[in-house]
């Protein structure tokens, strides 16, 4: 099946740095990738759609200018969390899109984030 | 809009015991349904897909049939293991509803006692 990676798996920073998250298409093209949140113990929460050669589309209570995608390439989209806080600390989750019918996503391994 | 509702968890089995996770969707078009697994601390992995009404599909032992009539994507084992254990998300993907990309259910989490 299709893989997708993100990098890095683990980050902790110090409150108020970026922090950029990487998620690749191993073995596909991917014009669309998608962005989630999870908390602990529940699904997953759509931030953003990245398109790529055009401007992300975010989500209904998504700062774009805090949680900043470029999707620069059909295999490559990232995602930077500016300034980040405490409050951000999360699991995120990328996922590419399949160029067919189906639509089928495949999800990257996820990026744990702690921001002290 | 389109919606996916699963049982509500967690479900407790035994090791060898059938499993059924239920799943109800509800769609304006002819959706693709999916299951993904979430292992801890990982992110979701495609279980199986179904594209088409009485299509099954199959993976690592776990079965699920579109039933367009029913509007149901149950998932089905039929004895389970405890690397079993897990969250279950069924989703749906309307490819005439460009408005929703994909619905995701709440998740079920499975926990298989040795």
């Known amino acids: 099946g299709a893989v997708v990676s993100q990098h890095p798996s683990w980050v902790i920073c110090k409150s108020g740095t970026s922090v950029k998250i990487e998620c690749r298409s191993l073995?596909?093209?991917?014009?669309?990738m998608f962005w989630y949140r999870q908390f602990p113990k529940q699904s997953l929460m759509l931030m953003a759609t990245?398109?790529?050669?055009?401007?992300?589309?975010?989500e209904q209570g998504v700062e774009k200018d805090k949680f900043l995608i470029n999707h620069a390439s059909l295999t490559l989209s990232t995602l930077t969390v500016t300034s980040a806080h405490p409050e951000d600390s999360s699991f995120y989750i990328c996922?590419?899109?399949?160029?067919?019918?189906?639509?089928?996503?495949?999800f990257g391994p996820g990026t744990r984030l702690l921001v002290l | 809009g389109n919606s996916v509702t699963q049982m509500e968890g967690p479900v407790t089995l035994s090791e060898e015991a059938f499993l059924t996770i239920n799943c109800t969707y509800t769609?304006?078009?002819?959706?693709?349904l999916f299951w993904y697994v979430q292992y801890p601390g990982e992110g979701l992995q495609l279980l199986l897909k179904?594209?088409?009404?009485?299509d099954k599909g199959s993976n690592k032992g776990f079965e699920a049939t579109y039933r367009k009539e029913t509007t149901s994507f149950h998932l089905e084992k039929g004895s389970v293991q405890v690397s079993d254990s897990a969250v279950y998300f069924c989703a749906l993907s309307d490819p005439y509803n460009y408005g929703q990309n994909f619905v995701f259910g709440p998740g079920t989490r499975l926990s298989v006692l040795p």
């Open positions: 769609a304006t078009g002819y959706p693709s």
């Open positions: 996922s590419a899109r399949e160029q067919d019918i189906t639509r089928t996503q495949y």
């Open positions: 990245s398109n790529e050669g055009s401007k992300a589309t975010y």
């Open positions: 179904a594209t088409k009404a009485d």
């Open positions: 073995d596909f093209q991917a014009t669309t």
